[in-house]
């Protein structure tokens, strides 16, 4: 089996045993988003798709998890670190690089390495794109204005 359907499938699994209808839709929207995006983000700057993708299914695993948001990023990075080698198919190198994008990807401020930053940007493309009538947050509205520059949208 191919590496992303692994982690598909174990987040499927997290996300069908939420319990809650309304947490498992935007589940699925959020974090198959973010992966979509990170794999067109990570084409266009020609870095690893397939890791990309990895980290976009897995940068909010922890919130899903264990239905707890706090400090989700540092806490995801470790939990994402667990999960990816218990399939024993990652190298320890693909394993810090997804789980360091992973760590990084809610200070949407700093910038961190050109991988992370995919994570990053493919999160505030979802956020904005999940209604694009909706106001784009404050914190998002610099790197929300330059993604769609770098795209050709204005």
């Known amino acids: 089996m191919d590496r992303i359907k692994m982690v598909q499938e174990y987040v499927d699994g997290i996300l069908q045993s939420s319990g809650n209808e309304i947490e498992t839709k935007y589940g699925y929207k959020h974090l198959y988003g973010v992966s979509q995006a990170c794999a067109i983000l990570a084409m266009k700057r020609n870095e690893n798709v397939e890791l990309a993708v990895i980290a976009g299914l897995l940068h909010d695993i922890y919130t899903y998890e264990m239905h707890d948001s706090t400090d989700h990023a540092h806490k995801g990075?470790?939990?994402?670190?667990?999960?990816?080698?218990?399939?024993?198919?990652?190298?320890?190198?693909?394993?810090?690089k997804i789980s360091q994008a992973i760590y990084n990807h809610s200070d949407k401020t700093n910038i961190?390495?050109?991988?992370?930053?995919?994570?990053?940007?493919?999160?505030?493309?979802?956020?904005?794109?999940?209604?694009?009538?909706?106001?784009?947050?404050?914190?998002?509205?610099?790197?929300?204005?330059?993604?769609?520059?770098?795209?050709?949208?204005?």
């Not at 794109?129 to 509205?141: I, R, S």
């Open 77 to 96: 990075s470790l939990l994402a670190k667990d999960i990816l080698c218990s399939f024993g198919s990652f190298s320890s190198e693909e394993i810090d």
């Open 112 to 154: 961190d390495t050109s991988f992370d930053e995919i994570l990053k940007d493919a999160d505030v493309l979802q956020h904005c794109l999940y209604n694009p009538l909706a106001d784009v947050a404050e914190h998002e509205k610099d790197r929300f204005r330059r993604l769609k520059e770098e795209l050709g949208l204005i």
